[in-house]
């Protein structure tokens, strides 16, 4: 049975099938966990079914981000810091229409 109450962002490993997953989604409403796996499927389990699952605690694996495609590359810039001249300027809200340089065609 699960001991630990299920909380955002932590990552979990299933003793009986050896499977990583993140807790992605809680809703209090509807007594529903939804957890993402390495392989990027979702998957719901009630609170009631949460108990029951046999649970360890995992450290999120350092090649997490395969699941969703993403790499260093697909940032300009992943170090720099976002300063916009003025914050409270409602153009800073403003979207561009063009994206790194890249236009529509």
Do not use: C
Not at 31 to 54: S, T
């Amino acid at each position: 049975m699960s001991q630990f109450v299920p909380k955002l962002g932590r990552w979990y490993q299933d003793k009986e099938s050896g499977q990583l997953f993140e807790i992605v989604s809680l809703d209090a409403d509807e007594a529903n966990v939804q957890v993402q796996y390495l392989d990027g499927e979702i998957a719901d389990f009630e609170f009631d079914v949460w108990a029951e699952l046999k649970l360890r605690t995992a450290a999120a694996p350092e090649d997490w981000r395969t699941a969703f495609e993403l790499d260093d590359a697909d940032e300009s810039d992943p170090d720099a810091a976002m300063h916009p001249l003025q914050w409270a300027s409602p153009l800073s809200a403003i979207e561009p229409d063009t994206i790194l340089a890249l236009e529509e065609f």
